[in-house]
């Protein structure tokens, strides 16, 4: 099987920054896209950046020029950079990733547990 696990989450004033860190770890043979989400409390998971194996990117309107993803494919890992945090940026923030194990020829979606990100005075 595969995991995520992710860390770094935590109580920042608006305008601080933190960095959000995931590791993939079990049967991987390659990942593809990996990407953080984020849930507020009454609202939908949306998609806040992902990033191919190449280290092509994409951003949310809401998170652009503040927040930067970045990965290591040699240690499987993804990180989230957060800079300028708004109120509205509170919430959960889940890794994902799309998985190639060994000895499967297709890939599987697989999620982190989540870690919640508070921003307030």
């Known amino acids: 099987q595969v995991q995520l696990a992710e860390s770094g989450g935590g109580l920042v004033q608006p305008g601080g920054s933190l960095r959000l860190s995931c590791a993939a770890s079990g049967n991987i043979f390659s990942i593809n896209a990996m990407a953080w989400y984020r849930q507020a409390p009454g609202k939908q998971r949306e998609l806040v950046a992902a990033?191919?194996?190449?280290?092509?990117?994409n951003y949310a309107d809401s998170v652009k020029g503040r927040f930067t993803i970045s990965r290591d494919n040699a240690k499987n890992t993804v990180s989230l950079q957060m800079n300028s945090l708004k109120p509205e940026d509170t919430a959960v923030y889940f890794c994902n990733a799309d998985v190639r194990r060994w000895g499967f020829y297709s890939s599987s979606e697989y999620w982190g547990q989540g870690t919640q990100v508070s921003v307030s005075s």
């Open positions: 990033i191919t194996s190449g280290g092509r990117t």
